[in-house]
């Protein structure tokens, strides 16, 4: 069973490197799950619509796959961080 596990790879990849531009502007760092996660929200949705194998049917599940994906890109970060130390 495909569970569509690269389109989720895909947008947490491209939220971590949305984290990383919002990183290098003036943005806080207490408000990097909150980018991550709403652009994950909106690519979750335009993934639904493009990507024939995605993993959600409708907005509202499409929205929450790409929000956590996204917030997986933070949490991969804290990882590193903390395995690195």
């Not at 709403?38 to 639904?48: C, D, F, K, N």
């Not at 929205?63 to 903390?82: C, D, E, F, P, R």
């Amino acid at each position: 069973m495909d569970l569509g596990i690269a389109c989720v790879a895909g947008i947490t990849a491209l939220c971590y490197l949305a984290a990383m531009a919002a990183k290098a502007t003036a943005v806080d760092n207490k408000w990097l799950p909150v980018v991550c996660g709403v652009i994950g929200a909106i690519l979750g949705v335009a993934g639904m619509y493009t990507m024939p194998d995605f993993p959600a049917a409708d907005i509202i599940n499409a929205a929450a796959v790409g929000a956590v994906s996204g917030l997986a890109a933070t949490g991969i970060n804290q990882a590193y961080k903390q395995l690195t130390k």
